[in-house]
């Protein structure tokens, strides 16, 4: 009897499905013109209320509930960069058989770009006739040049769509077009007004058979900062064109207010850094005081030996140190040295998650790290270690000593006895 309800039961497991509990978001798209709508799905195969958050965007709703199935909520993007969507199960959330599921907030990115060229400008082919097939239809241009900046991609002929980054205060740009065929006639080059944020720059040309093709330059022109720190006696201004910005890993982008005005932030637990930009034009991460306002350190991202660091240049606890600006992987960070001719081991200021300092000592030849404090400790300890033992051969010398005075003086009372009797 045992035998054959062991049987039904195998038998049960193996022909009755099982519903895996599933948590999913996702997009209708990828990308996004500025300031329109996407839709994105969340749920699965599960129950409970799910909280939703978005930077660079607004959303339709801030919550929604899902029981076994997926619901639609409408995002509408902002005016540059990328929009982030995270959604988050509150507590209580469970599966379809009402066992607790926790799957952790999932996270989707919508790039937002500037529309291309509109569709009466597209590339035209026109109709051909007898009297107009001799003639040629090369569209194409044989080179397009700019006196500032560097189009990207690299010009190819049949490359249509480019971006050209420009510094601030910029207002115009000559723009050299030299077409495939000298039949072609061309407009749009030459001298071109910008103004500061995104242009776009149309070069048609119009084949002899009346073929036109469109060549597109999306122009951003570095936008004057609206918010300014003042670090280490320096104007720092906050860049508002994240586009080429490489985002340190794991961090999350936000809207933050500052000033009356929206920045961008990115936040990774209790870190918070912002891109700024300094009286010498030069662009960097910055640690960001969210309670007293200010920035209070540089931020590099820094992997070393798989493991990410984040470099500051806050001073070493130690005293007497002298600073050396050196190379790791091509990245030039602060180093404190002890010495002028120690050159081996230097000490690296760097930021925890937390939002702690933390001090390693760099070992320069063997690329590696060592928790400073940890360091400095064996060492002291070996110190201390040192003086007990001293210590302890002192008071063994001096009591070897009393026993040897305590031996004389009974032996020199003994014969004085021997004598007296």
């Known amino acids: 009897m ?77 005016s540059s960069g990328t929009v982030v969507v995270t959604a988050t199960p509150v507590e209580g959330f469970s599966d379809s058989d009402a066992n607790l599921y926790n799957p952790g907030s999932k996270s989707i990115k919508v790039n937002i770009y500037l ?73 749009g080059s030459g001298k071109v007004n910008v103004h500061a944020g995104y242009n776009e720059i149309k070069v048609k040309v119009t084949a002899e058979n009346k073929a036109i093709k469109v060549y597109t330059i999306k122009v951003y022109v570095e936008e004057e900062p609206e918010v300014y720190f003042n670090f280490n006696n320096k104007n720092i201004g906050i860049v508002k064109n994240l586009k080429e910005v490489v985002i340190p890993e794991n961090f999350v982008e936000s809207s933050y207010k500052i000033k009356d005005k929206d920045i961008s932030i990115f936040t990774k637990e209790n870190i918070a850094i912002v891109y700024g930009i300094n009286e010498e034009q030069e662009k960097h991460f910055y640690v ?24 500051v240049d806050a001073k070493p606890t130690k005293e007497n140190v002298f600073l050396e600006k050196i190379s790791i992987k091509d990245t030039t960070v602060d180093c404190y040295y002890f010495s002028k001719e120690q050159t081996n081991y230097c000490i690296l200021n760097t930021l925890k998650e937390d939002g702690n300092f933390v ?63």
């Not at 000593?401 to 031996?407: E, G, K």
């Open 359 to 421: 001090e390693y000592l760099y070992e320069t030849t063997e690329n590696s790290l060592q928790l400073f404090p940890e360091f400095l400790s064996h060492n002291t300890t070996g110190e201390k270690q040192k003086g007990t033992n001293n210590l302890v051969l002192i008071i063994l010398s001096l009591l070897e000593l009393c026993v040897i005075i305590f031996l004389i003086c009974n032996r020199k009372k003994g014969s004085t006895y021997e004598k007296t009797k």
């Open 288 to 311: 960001l005081d969210r309670e007293k306002q200010e920035i209070i350190s540089t931020f590099i991202p820094l992997n070393i030996g798989d493991r990410n660091f984040y470099v």
């Open 2 to 78: 045992k035998k054959l309800i062991f049987s039904i039961s195998l038998i049960l497991i193996f022909i009755l499905p099982v519903k895996a509990a599933s948590f999913e978001l996702s997009s209708n798209t990828s990308k996004i013109e500025p300031n329109k709508s996407f839709t994105i799905k969340v749920g699965g195969d599960c129950i409970g209320r799910v909280d939703l958050k978005v930077s660079n965007g607004t959303l339709s709703q801030n919550s929604v509930w899902i029981e076994e199935g997926y619901e639609s909520i409408s995002v509408k993007a902002g």
């Open 115 to 187: 529309p291309s060229s509109s569709d009466d400008e597209k590339e035209e082919k026109p109709n051909v006739d007898n009297a107009t097939s001799k003639k040629s239809g090369n569209n194409q241009l044989a080179s397009l040049k700019v006196n500032v900046g560097t189009l990207s991609p690299k010009f190819q002929s049949t490359k249509s769509d480019y971006t050209l980054d420009l510094p601030k205060n910029t207002k115009e740009l000559i723009i050299e077009a030299t077409p495939k065929d000298n039949k072609a006639k061309i407009e």
